[in-house]
């Protein structure tokens, strides 16, 4: 345990500012694996600052001021004295390491041929399938949730926003409870995905594309999207998903730091929009059948994308109120 460790998973309230002349607005700050996340009241992401670059630029009466670059455009303003202080405490290691005398220097000029030969000696040991079970083991419950938010983002980047209308948000929740047959539900969010009509990120999170939600005919169809994401998660869990997807030498970086970057998890995220196979589509229709829900309209939504789908049925209980269905539809028009 390092000294930081007591810091994990600290909360505050801040006001984010995100570019300059831009309206202050109050968001959620948590201190993660080496980053600070931000996200709305609603617990969506909105941003990812390393905190090795966190910078303190000045003062707002008892508040502290930060910034992640030197023209100080974006800004983090935090008055928690808790998260005043664990940033200070990250800065301060990030200091020292970089001024640190001469002979630590010497030292320290000798840790990249210690890491190969020490990567060299692991690998050589474990193989790729024991390395790979070895990372996912490492991987604490609140960083399989902070990677997840850092591949949302990847894909927000690229895609847009997030849907954000509040009765459809609403709906959907309702919708994947139902699914999830009282079992604890995952996070659910709704975005532009393209082509694919869910993704499922480390979380879990069931990340809904916004093509399959003005597509689909019926809730029982997007009931099968989200029970695809389910089976999908109780066959192989979220860490285990995610160091398959980025690799041995990620997979082997993380054992040695604890740390992914965001080309490994750029590896993650295309996995995870990849299209389902057939014991994956199979185990989602049986977790419709347990849910009562007919499985012959996600069979429909299966074939419109061009993928076969398993005898199905139109036997089974409403997903959705008519009323919750109309303000699912709603969720990203």
């Keep these: 345990m390092t000294a930081l460790d007591k810091y994990v998973r600290l909360e505050a309230l801040g006001q984010w500012r995100e570019a300059g002349g831009a ?50 455009e974006e800004t983090l303003t935090i008055k928690d004295a808790d998260m005043v202080d664990a940033i200070a405490a990250v800065s301060r290691a990030h200091r020292l390491r970089d001024v640190a005398p001469g002979s630590q220097r010497r030292r320290r000029s000798l840790w990249p041929w210690l890491v190969v030969a020490t990567a060299a000696a692991v690998l050589a040991a474990l193989g790729p399938p024991l390395l790979r079970a070895q990372a996912a083991r490492m991987v604490p419950p609140e960083a399989v949730e902070e990677f997840g938010d850092r591949m949302l983002l990847q894909i927000m ?5 997030l849907c954000a209308d509040a009765e459809g948000r609403r709906a959907l929740a ?7 047959e009282g079992a604890p539900p995952p996070r659910a969010q709704a975005l532009d995905l393209g082509p694919t009509p869910v993704a499922l990120l ?9 093509t399959a939600l003005l597509q ?23 860490p285990e998903r ?7 030498f990620a997979d082997l970086r993380y054992v040695l730091t604890g740390r992914l970057g965001e080309p490994a998890l750029g590896r993650a995220v295309e996995a995870a929009m990849a299209s389902p196979g057939p014991v994956e589509i199979e185990a989602a229709f049986e977790r419709l059948r347990t849910a ?3 499985t012959a309209p996600f069979a429909d939504g299966l074939r419109r994308i061009g993928l076969e789908a398993p005898p199905a049925s139109a036997e089974g209980g409403e997903a959705l109120s008519d009323r919750d269905w109309v303000a699912l539809q709603g969720l990203c028009r």
């Design 23 to 72: 309206t202050p607005r109050e968001v959620v700050v948590s201190f993660g694996d080496a980053t600070l996340l931000l996200t709305d009241l609603s617990e969506r992401p909105l941003g990812h600052w390393a905190l090795a670059g966190v910078q303190a630029i000045g003062k707002d009466g008892p508040a502290t001021v930060y910034a992640m670059t030197s023209d100080g």
């Design 157 to 161: 980047a690229t895609r847009g926003p």
């Design 174 to 180: 309702t919708l994947v409870a139902r699914v999830a």
């Design 202 to 210: 480390p979380g879990p999170t069931v990340a809904l594309g916004r």
């Design 216 to 238: 689909a005919d019926d809730p029982a169809e997007i009931a099968g999207w989200v029970a695809l994401a389910l089976a999908r998660e109780a066959m192989q869990p979220g």
């Design 242 to 248: 995610l160091m398959a997807a980025v690799g041995p």
């Design 292 to 294: 009562g829900l007919p």
